[in-house]
């Protein structure tokens, strides 16, 4: 089984919705995925609780209490984590032991981008992080093309001398879709194959090793 955690310090950069996109596209693919959520506010778990009987089949798990963290059926292929926003201390060192990567989803906003450094920062405390046995994967989220922000986030990647795994234009496609507990990767229409190329590129990461 391969763990990938869905993480970064600020809350709304994005992480459940990436979370559940990602355990869709694997589930979508004949493979067997869990979805653990560790926030406290459960929005991956309820996601799951609106997903229909006819969609690929993604097994919810809650790890929103510290000790239930690890504990996970172990015939799946692949577990998405949903942490939480405050994610440090033991709490975070409990969840990246659990982790083969880490997708760390930001917003092109000043807000995410310092938060994201932090987040970095703190990872490296963490002795797995430094011994390079987690990935880090970023993740530009709900970009609006031609826009200042935009530009701003270009600057961090090139700051940090790392570029992100995907960048993934907003669309209002995401909420609407959450609402029925699927993903853009729950559907075939024409009108969703270019927004699933914009994970592609993530997803092909996940899937290298």
Known sequence: ????????????????????TLAAALANRGLRVGLADADPQKS???????????????????????KAIGDAPKDLDYLIVDAPGALSGEHAE?????????????QPSVF????TKRFLKHLQDIKRIRKGKVKILLLANRLKPNTTS?????AFFAQIE????????ERSCYDQLAQEGLSVFDKTQKQYAQVQDQWRPLLAKILAD
């Open 94 to 106: 409990l969840l990246v032991s659990e982790s083969h990567a880490i997708v760390t989803p930001l």
């Open 112 to 115: 995410d981008i310092d938060s």
């Open 162 to 169: 790392q570029n992100p795994a995907a960048a993934i234009l």
């Open 150 to 154: 935009v530009e701003n986030i270009k």
């Open 44 to 66: 991956s778990l309820q996601w799951l609780k609106y997903r229909p009987d006819t969609a690929a089949p993604i097994v919810a798990i809650d790890w929103r209490q510290e």
């Open 1 to 20: 089984m391969k763990t990938i955690l869905v993480a970064n310090l600020k809350g709304g950069c994005g992480k459940t919705m990436t979370a559940i």
